[in-house]
């Protein structure tokens, strides 16, 4: 380990006091913490290129003065008792406020600066029922350990950089072959490029594909991050409603919007699925315009007694489709592996900005995942994390059924991992919300996800994370803080 | 496993011929390979909403006419036996070249479609002075995956997303504690954003802090992937010359120039180190200026018999400067982790940038790096690593002195993993490299990284991959195939 100590040969001070004062200033400002061993005189003569005699000088004093101490035939340390009042003295440069002027931000820096794009903290609660998180306990972690054991070893290839950059080949492969099977998408591997998850993808395809004062078309309600990275481009965002058949396909006439972005297996955050008829309507409608399709396909993996409709990227062959997916919810967030299904004539361009951005993703993570399909553990694994999720979705119905009974309307609960709750009672939802934090519940308003923001009682319950036991139990603490219990809904005369 | 099957029930046709005719498809486009597992007549029939004498019936036609094979007691599969005449019927969709009409590009995906930006594949050779590339045979595979194996197991939260958007907060202070003691960087762990490597964070801060119509001076020869990122953003780019003391500072005279990126440890490409007056020149610019320094630290571990130079964010408090680096050349390239130390007044927004861009790292990979740094072994294995290039390196300058002679003269060699030759003989640049090629020896001309692209002889020598052998043997077949072994230069008459 090398000091890095700036001496100037060129200065009256003498190098000992210099070095003195260097070691002195790294172990005051903790620099150099107490037990921290130092190099030998020897080395660190060497390393800065001057004798060893003033080396030892400048150790010897740090020594008398107790920033320093020896342990016989071990070497020289930083003191750990250093007088209180050296450690007073630790504000030796001045603050960082006191820096000349804060740097002008870009158009993109001004409007992240904002606040309406702070990150929220996740409420401190027993029972939360955030969305977009699966179980994590049922994942399969020692398998993961396994092919994870079996890659990391001999061989550098996985250590190097990448060499094909769409990501590695046999992981698209798979990718296409299980897309194909369960979800009728057409494309051969060379068509899809891995992403550091579908926030990537969607910066990808913005920062490609979008010209400044276009439209994007969105769900409302829709889904906020995506949303909020469309505003970061300074879009020009499009609101068009969503029915129990998910986006009113109609409601975009042809409004010239550049993009539409859709979530058709469980539209986020009401849960319709998106009919077949309205998916044919809106791939005649980029047709039509020239529009572009950002189909985000979270969720369609769990789908609960409906039969699978096929993706929009597969119904028209992929002309007007840019196909989203992530591994995030099936497998495990902290998996940054998600992928973009491209046409053919885009798959270049992009290509191009994803190795500027980042050049690649972990290689040992794709040889896993890799192994982790082609060996069926995907598809089980989906198949029992499906009835899994099943009978929790189950248990919340009847849970929200028995203690809200009918000021309660439930949509979209035949797909994915949460559903969304409209509550029928005349309580503003920061007030449900506060009291549900009262009883150590989470809760989230849908709210945030409408373009007006207009207060409409719904809720999304997430239920991927939970038992059914914490389900039933925030249920029911939801109901009794805010006094719709069920033995008490005639007596307190709600309605 | 789910089948995405389109029905249509208006339609007139029977949907036993639907269903034929989708599997019939999907067979022959290899959507369901040979070998392929149907689902049992019972369970597609309940997934697809129809009666399973209609699925059977369907099955039936496939069985008959060698689509599908029976295996007794097992089920039902995809023939891996089918019949010439249908697999020459595979072209069954339009192509997409057919489409309508291409979409059009945002001016950066203009930018990135021209030609200058396409990716180059590397050449087939048996020795590759490819530079960049850190030797990955010693890096100490066993226990990464020893630290891997700690990590992957029980307790979600390391699967789950996460929680602190700067990156994990341990493997933060970590980095600044190494930062601190190695080079001299002044920052607190709230300071230190984790980046997908450090072109991750080159785009984070152009993101940013660039606006249209600013100018970002650069080194000239200067890094080219740091100049294709900064004309992604159609920066004006100022070249400012470098000497054997790094950036000539003074040629930056007051130029209005909102960023200036240097590469102080180890110059790219020509491994000139930043002088300290030079440092403490570009650090008064930037005060008198108010711009903004991006500081590489690349290749700052690897220095051979120098003292080490602090780093600049060091010098001045770090107001100025936004200090980047990377774990690819010190550890393995498939490994993302990159930092970017930042002013404290732009930690936040730069927060928000990463978290738009694509939320987070792998925190496995976090954990793992956590580990290793505060056991010990990042600065052991730097320490190995630095012992072993130097020798690599001194037998680099031995053979190119032997062969070249004084035909060849040797920048930058006191530090990093390449050094630069600049060679002394009328052939041009191509003419050298296709040579090379030609004995199964790869070189890299320096040409690319100067914005006016001369012919100047130069070449780049990564040797960080490499042994003492390939390195001998490759130079001595270089001298070969361009007639200037020691032997024949007089006899060839080149002077």
Redesign the interface.
């Known amino acids: 380990?090398?000091?890095?100590?700036?001496?100037?040969f060129q200065s009256q001070t003498p190098l000992h006091q210099q070095l003195y004062e260097a070691l002195q200033r790294?172990i005051l400002?903790g620099?150099?913490?107490p037990r921290?061993r130092l190099p030998s005189t020897r080395s660190l003569a060497k390393?800065?290129?001057i004798s060893r005699n003033t080396v030892t000088q400048s150790y010897d004093r740090l020594l008398g003065e107790g920033y320093l101490a020896t342990v016989a035939g071990s070497g020289t340390y930083v003191s750990d008792r250093l007088p209180e009042e050296f450690l007073q003295a630790k504000a030796v440069?001045?603050p960082?406020?006191a820096?000349?002027?804060?740097?002008?931000?870009?158009?993109?820096?001004e409007r992240?600066?904002k606040n309406e794009?702070?990150?929220q903290?996740?409420p401190d609660v027993a029972i939360n029922f955030r969305y977009?998180?699966p179980n994590?306990?049922l994942?399969p972690?020692k398998l993961?350990?396994k092919l994870?054991?079996r890659h990391?070893?001999?061989g550098?290839e996985?250590?190097?950089?990448?060499?094909d950059?769409r990501g590695y080949a046999p992981l698209r492969e798979a990718i296409a072959?299980y897309l194909?099977?369960?979800?009728?998408v057409?494309c051969n591997p060379e068509q899809i490029l891995l992403?550091?998850?579908t926030?990537?993808a969607v910066?990808l395809i913005?920062?490609?594909?979008?010209?400044r004062g276009e439209a994007i078309a969105v769900e409302d309600p829709g889904y906020l991050s995506a949303k909020?990275?469309f505003a970061?481009y300074d879009a020009d965002i499009i609101p068009i409603p969503v029915d129990a058949s998910g986006l009113v396909v109609e409601k975009l006439g042809d409004r010239e919007a550049k993009l539409v972005y859709v979530t058709p297996s469980h539209q986020f955050p009401t849960g319709a699925i998106l009919s077949?008829s309205r998916r044919l309507a809106l791939l005649q409608w980029a047709?039509q315009t020239?529009g572009?399709i950002i189909e985000d396909d979270y969720d369609s993996e769990f789908?609960y007694g409906?039969?699978?409709?096929?993706?929009l990227q597969?119904?028209n062959?992929?002309?007007s489709v840019l196909y989203i997916g992530t591994f995030s919810k099936v497998l495990?967030?902290?998996?940054?592996i998600g992928y973009l299904v491209l046409?053919?004539?885009?798959v270049?361009?992009f290509?191009?900005?994803k190795?500027?951005?980042?050049?690649?993703?972990?290689?040992?993570?794709q040889y896993v995942l890799t192994d982790f399909i082609e060996e069926g553990h995907l598809?089980s694994h989906i198949?029992k994390m499906r009835s899994h999720y099943d009978k929790l979705r189950q248990t919340l119905v009847k849970a929200l059924e028995e203690f809200f009974g009918d000021r309660v309307t439930i949509f979209g609960e035949k797909a994915g991992i949460h559903l969304m709750a409209k509550f029928h009672f005349p309580l503003r939802d920061e007030e449900v919300i506060s009291r549900a934090e009262s009883v150590g519940v989470g809760l989230m308003s849908a709210r945030v996800h409408y373009l007006d923001a207009c207060d409409r009682g719904e809720f999304i319950f997430g239920y991927g994370e939970l038992s059914e036991e914490q389900i039933w139990e925030g249920i029911e603490k939801l109901a009794v803080a805010i006094h719709v219990v069920k033995v008490g809904i005639t007596h307190l005369g709600i309605h």
Chains 1, 2 share one sequence.
């Open positions: 380990m090398e000091l890095a100590i700036a001496l100037d790294a400002q620099i150099l913490p921290y390393s800065l290129g440069d001045p960082l406020s820096m000349r002027s804060p740097h002008s931000l870009s158009e993109y820096g992240l600066a794009l702070a990150l903290p996740e977009g998180t994590l306990d994942f972690v993961w350990r994870l054991s990391c070893c001999g550098r996985w250590l190097d950089y990448a060499r950059f072959g194909g099977r369960s979800r009728a057409k992403t550091n998850g926030q990537q910066n913005l920062r490609v594909l979008f010209v909020r990275i970061s077949l047709q020239g572009l789908r409906e039969r699978p409709i096929p993706a597969g119904l062959g992929g002309n495990f967030p902290s998996l940054r046409p053919e004539h885009l270049e361009v290509l191009r900005a190795w500027l951005c980042d050049r690649q993703l972990s290689t040992l993570d598809e198949r």
